[in-house]
């Protein structure tokens, strides 16, 4: 620890400044949404088991829906444009966009070069939750999954239902690719119903128990044509460890609601980021 200089404390107090300000950032018609939503009839679902993940596939211009059924349950979500795997959810871009953790009327934004929309949250019944007294907030873009490469680098001990692992099986079979491969198309995830922060003291990340409650659930809106996998969590609601099979695990269910077609009348689905990709060349 080297000594402060003695404009330390004015150092300390420059106010902060917004990398990313969002007034120009195109903002979703969350009334149209509601209005279609009404009358949306369910087309599909999936479950993702105790430790394992789904797959599941959302037409754009739908919703998709992730509930608690059972237990306490936080889930892992990937999501991957459906015609072009290459194109993922850019957790660290929606991150900057919209703050550490997601509520209603954010999105879930894309990897470059195509940077757009994917899905639109629409609807939180965790929304109450705000922030605690240690600085937990719910659904947060800030972890990256549990996996087994790092539960190997502390513990030397193997476990294959890490977040990684088992999205990477959903992936697998939904892809029809070998392990290998969809092991590489796993990114970084939303961590659906988990609450967490950021130590004060430390600045570390933490998890804590869960506020989330059988019924509850986060739905989306698909403004493009989606792939997705959903891990339920082997740390079951977060209050302890992940990465192991002692925590209770529970389902999470994956819902899809098709809305009538004139009920979105007037929108489209966003075109990839208009960036010439010249890169100053």
Known sequence: MTDAPPDAEARRAIPPVICYP???L????????????????????????????????????????????????VGDLNLWAADNHDERFYSGKTRALHGT???VGHRMWSSFPYLRPMATLVEDTLGWYGQDPFGGRVHDVIGTRCDPHTHHLLSGAEYHHCCHSNLTRAYAAAAGVPVADAARMVHDVLNVFMCTGFTRDTGQYFMKASPVRPGDHLEFFAEID??????????????????????ACHPLLVEVFAPDEAALEGWSSPPVNGYSGTHGV
């Not at 999936?46 to 992730?66: D, M, N, Y």
């Open 22 to 24: 969002t007034e120009t």
């Open 101 to 103: 953790h997601l509520g």
């Open 26 to 73: 195109p903002q979703p018609d969350l009334s149209l949404y509601a209005r279609a939503r009404k009358g949306a009839r369910k087309v599909d679902e999936a479950l993702a088991p105790p430790r394992e993940a789904a797959s599941f596939r959302v037409p754009a211009g739908h919703f998709f829906r992730i509930t608690s059924v059972e237990g306490p349950q």
């Open 226 to 247: 989606l792939l997705g996998a959903l891990s339920a969590c082997p740390g079951g609601d977060c209050s302890a460890e992940h990465s192991s099979d002692a925590a």
